[in-house]
């Protein structure tokens, strides 16, 4: 069974930092781009941050750009999502899943509170 398990969320002041992860199990996702996204109360999910397979290449929402880093490391299957001068509109249930995304991978998410 593929899994896709987030972690690394919690509560944290405007101007903090905090640093999640995505550890995928069940199968390999070394060779497939790799994105977060995140979706706040009341609004729909959103694309965060995206990651070649290679590692090489990635992109932003203009939301996070120079805020927020993605990383992973294929021989832990893991994807990372470093995100500093977190603000109160960064709050939101934050996921992982292939880019583009895939209705079966849609893990619990893990949640990320900015206090203001």
């Known amino acids: 069974q593929v899994q896709l398990v987030e972690s690394g969320g919690g509560l944290v002041q405007a101007g903090g930092s905090l640093r999640l992860s995505c550890a995928a199990s069940?199968?390999?996702?070394?060779?497939?781009?790799m994105a977060w996204f995140r979706q706040a109360p009341g609004k729909e999910r959103e694309f965060v941050a995206r990651?070649?397979?290679?590692?090489?290449?990635?992109g932003y929402a203009d939301s996070v750009k120079g805020r927020f880093t993605i990383s992973r490391d294929k021989a832990k299957n893991t994807v990372y999502l470093q995100m500093n001068s977190l603000k109160p509109e960064d709050t939101a249930v934050y996921y992982c899943?292939?880019?583009?995304?895939?209705?079966?991978?849609w893990g619990q998410g893990t949640q990320v509170t900015v206090s203001g």
């Open positions: 069940g199968r390999t996702f070394s060779n497939y781009a």
């Open positions: 990651i070649h397979w290679s590692g090489v290449s990635t």
């Open positions: 899943n292939k880019d583009p995304p895939m209705k079966d991978y």
